[in-house]
């Protein structure tokens, strides 16, 4: 049974419903937010340690969330910001430059077993691996999923016009990548 | 139409009785403007696709969806192993975020705030408490003073005190003397005119 956001937010805030209502949260976010991390990390052990981050993150502050902003948005802010936080540990641990994450990410890509697609996906993957972080997200965000853009900008707290520009900055990279690989 | 309806519903009275009560109004409902925005959407949908065709024909090309997989059973496990780990880790919150707490402003404050209380209200308490003792910091000074004088200069200054006060008692019993051998006043006149 799926429960708004309202209804998941009393029953948390009460003590003897909070772990079934937390529970029914993970339920209903827990592919979203997976997805939505997964196209960061391409890595699927990778996407599964941040996930329960972000859970555990959540289950921590959601007491304190005040309504200010949707739910899903807030959640989607914190798995945002929690997959950039672990691809620059991984980075400053790897000793690559910040700006530098492709192939380190495409070798998350050749690495994991649960990709299932064919060759040109994974020269699609890799076209997106060469985008920065934040617009490689707006065009994942835009691309695969169709948020708008008025809710990408709740999340990613960035002006729509801004956001705008960069999905289709990306789209031109990506198909010049495409054209000439 | 109505005779048809009628011919439905008895129909139905005799194939169901249960059914035929329910009634045949809608129980699912859509948005108050989920049909007003429909429109809209699926235009600006199809204007979108139809741009990145023009700007992208390659990517436009690939088919569109997630080439990711994940392990058989994933999502049903995940919310389990997900409240396990809160609840270890409600039991272990450690200093350190305690610590960290105490950098956020809305924290910051009122704790800084608390600090600054505590303590004027320490130094107020300490000002009233030694304020009583005003005389009994005077007595010590004057200790401390006596403690710098030689012993010996104490007691010829107390010595001298002394002598001067007999001096000043012997002198007043000679003036008397006088006074009776002056006026030729006798022991036994005296003590017979008393």
């Excluded at chain 2, 006060?165 to 030729?184: A, G, P």
Aim: one cysteine or more; charged letters at 25%; hydrophobic letters at 35%.
């Amino acid at each position: 049974m799926d429960l708004s956001d309202k209804e998941l937010l009393e029953q948390f805030r009460n003590e003897e419903t909070r772990n079934y209502a937390f529970n029914l949260l993970v339920r209903q976010y827990q592919k979203r937010l997976y997805w939505h991390i997964r196209k960061i990390l391409l890595n699927h052990d990778d996407t599964d340690d941040v996930l329960q981050n972000v859970f555990i993150k959540i289950w921590r502050n959601l007491e304190s969330f005040k309504a200010e902003s949707q739910l899903y948005t807030w959640m989607y802010r914190i798995a945002t910001n929690e997959s950039i936080n672990f691809l620059n540990q991984k980075k400053k641990h790897a000793g690559i430059p910040l700006d530098d994450v492709s192939d380190f990410l495409a070798n998350n890509l050749q690495s994991d077993s649960y990709f299932k697609g064919d060759e040109i996906q994974a020269k699609l993957q890799k076209a997106i691996l060469t985008l920065p972080d934040k617009q490689r997200i707006v065009f994942n965000m835009k691309y695969f999923d169709n948020i708008k853009y008025e809710e990408m900008s709740a999340i990613l707290e960035t002006s729509v016009g801004a956001l705008k520009a960069s999905y289709h900055h990306a789209v031109k990279k990506i198909e010049n990548y495409l054209t000439s690989h | 139409m109505n005779n048809d309806n009628d011919i439905h519903d008895d129909d139905l009275k005799g194939m169901s009785p249960h059914l035929s009560k329910a009634g045949d109004n809608n129980p699912f409902k859509a948005g108050t403007d989920y049909f007003e925005d429909f429109a809209s959407k699926i235009k600006s949908r199809i204007d979108e696709l139809e741009e990145i065709k023009n700007e992208a024909p390659v990517l436009s090309s690939i088919p569109n969806y997630t080439p990711f997989d994940t392990p058989a059973g994933y999502f049903d496990e995940l919310p389990t192993l997900v409240q396990q780990r809160c609840i270890e880790n409600k039991s272990s919150t450690s200093i350190l975020e305690w610590l960290t707490l105490l950098i956020k402003p809305r924290f910051a404050i009122p704790f800084i705030t608390m600090v600054f209380i505590a303590f004027a209200g320490i130094n107020f308490m300490n000002k009233n408490a030694q304020a009583p003792n005003t005389e009994t910091a005077a007595e010590n000074t004057f200790e401390d003073q006596l403690s710098t004088i030689d012993e010996a200069t104490i007691i010829e200054t107390l010595t001298a005190d002394e002598s001067s006060e007999n001096k000043s008692v012997s002198n007043d019993d000679n003036s008397i003397e006088n006074y009776l051998i002056d006026n030729h006043l006798e022991e036994y006149n005296l003590r017979n005119n008393l």
